[in-house]
């Protein structure tokens, strides 16, 4: 019985050339896919929120949902402009002192949302996100070979940090560490969005931001 030989070469070069264009193709289409199906993530999760808004304008007015969802997300960045202009008036600041004191203090809960708030858009001065302290921290210590990326939250009066390490691919979550002084080396070379970017690329990029060869913002 005669055995074909299967290793033929133009069979080869062709199951090559079909795998690379296959790999080419996903390599491009998966990427926008995967942004496209978050964008539409968002834009239902934002729609079902503004909905209550939007069934005015449909009922009232007519018009196509996507259009009405437009109207009132323009018309909620308008009514933020005003109050943050209002607010930033000496009249405004007192006037909403007073409704936050005497009326939003005493709704459970809204302390801890405004605290949380006022720290990741880093309008606090004691926020991690407006110091933007980025800090390599070896939790094993420094004998072993260990180390993560954090951003600085507290500092200790006897000198220790608290360090928020974010976890990839979702930046939004991590682990709060408290470590003694000598486990941690804040890097001011690195900054914040080039610490959350290797973060987001579970880990891609690193060699570069901890080898302090990544590149400087251009100044304009």
Known sequence: MKIENTDNPKTNALGQFVRRSLMGGLLIILPMAIVGFFFKWLYQMASGLISPFTNVFISVF???KPVADLLVVGMLILICFAIGNLVA??????????????????????????????????????????????????????AVPVSVLGLVTSRHANGGFTVFVPTGPNPTSGFIYHVQEDLVEVRSDIRVEQMMKTVIACGAGSATLLAGTAPKPSVS
């Open 89 to 142: 008036t000496r009249l405004g600041a007192w006037l909403w002192d007073n409704v936050e004191s005497s009326l939003m203090q005493r709704v459970p809960g809204y302390r801890s949302v405004r605290e949380v708030t006022v720290q990741l858009l880093g309008k606090s001065t004691d926020s991690p996100f407006k110091r933007g302290e980025v800090a390599q921290v070896w939790l094993y210590g420094r």
């Open 62 to 64: 007519g018009l196509p």
